[in-house]
């Protein structure tokens, strides 16, 4: 079980609400990051959407290939759906 802490925040101009600095750095989220916000039994409930690219960046790493690698892919993935 994990200790969680509350924070409190205002409503600011234009309804803004900004989320405590250590909030973000608990979900990972950060500026011009993606939130999904719906209302459920009067509260308000904030679902942050995943960057792909930010996604990649971020995941572990469990592969590798180099560039001409990628390519001679790519040729082969349309040559079969293509032709070729």
Do not use: N
């Not at 960046?57 to 690698?69: F, G, P, Q, S, Y």
Request: net charge negative; aromatic share 6%.
């Amino acid at each position: 079980m994990s200790l969680s802490r509350v924070s409190v925040s205002k409503v600011g101009k234009k309804g803004a609400i900004y989320i405590p600095k250590h909030v973000c750095e608990q979900l990972g989220v950060g500026e011009d990051d993606r939130v999904l916000m719906r209302v459920e039994d009067g509260k308000l409930i904030l679902e942050f959407i995943p960057d792909p690219l930010s996604l990649a960046i971020k995941v572990k790493k469990w592969a590798r290939t180099t560039v001409d690698e990628f390519e001679e892919e790519s040729e082969r993935e349309q040559s079969e759906i293509y032709g070729g």
